[in-house]
């Protein structure tokens, strides 16, 4: 039985589990996809030792997961816990930690939302829906620069921390950045308004100007 909603992402709800556990929480798909080709994943990198939430059950659009303490990367950087030149390194050192295990597994979403600060086992990185394996790790940095570069070129008061980041990130991940293709996974997603998509051109242009 699930209890109270206590996240909402822009493709999946986060239910608490009902009973007397609180160590899990459920995440559920809105549009209905399969969450169990996600569990299988996460539990072939957690046995590899990569920081995942442990997997309990998937079935259709449902994945019970670890329920994990801590605020995530992003609400540590807007609450001035950590600064975005340590948060890009980071982004880096999980990125290179995720490429050099077997198998070419590339997580396509990998921002400061997508990775929470526990007490107990540092830095976990959570939702990889998006997830693929054999692509090409060139993909995954391009990514996670876009993504960062989206908010370093918005009006809001956090850009010039994102491009801080962004920078840092780009410092410590050298290697091939695949841009284009990047950017037409982003302008393709359906969740992206049509101003974010229409931003997409300076952000990639700002990434392409930084990497020289």
């Not at 822009?10 to 556990?21: H, P, Q």
């Not at 780009?170 to 091939?176: R, S, V």
């Amino acid at each position: 039985m699930t209890g109270r909603l206590v996240g909402r992402g822009r493709s999946a709800d986060v239910y608490e589990v009902g009973g007397d556990d609180g160590g899990w929480v459920l995440r559920r798909y809105r549009d209905g996809g399969d969450a169990e080709r996600e569990a299988r994943l996460m539990a072939r990198l957690a046995g590899a030792g990569y920081p995942v939430p442990a997997v309990r059950e998937a079935a259709g659009p449902d994945l019970v997961l670890e329920r994990l303490t801590g605020p995530s990367l992003l609400d540590a950087l807007l609450a001035g816990a950590y600064e975005p030149e340590p948060a890009g390194a980071l982004l880096a050192n999980l990125l290179h930690r995720l490429h050099t295990l077997p198998g070419g597994v590339v997580h396509l979403d990998l921002h400061p939302g997508n990775v929470m600060l526990t007490e107990d086992r540092g830095p976990v990185v959570i939702d990889w829906r998006t997830a693929e394996e054999g692509a090409d790790p060139g993909l995954d940095r391009a990514m996670s620069a876009l993504l960062l570069a989206e908010v370093a070129v918005s009006e809001e008061p956090y850009a010039p921390g994102a491009r801080g980041g962004l920078a840092a990130l780009l410092a410590a991940a050298p290697g091939p950045l695949l841009l284009a293709e990047a950017r037409t996974r982003r302008a393709a997603d359906p969740n992206l308004t049509a101003g974010e998509v229409a931003a997409l051109g300076r952000a990639e242009g700002l990434v392409r100007n930084l990497v020289g």
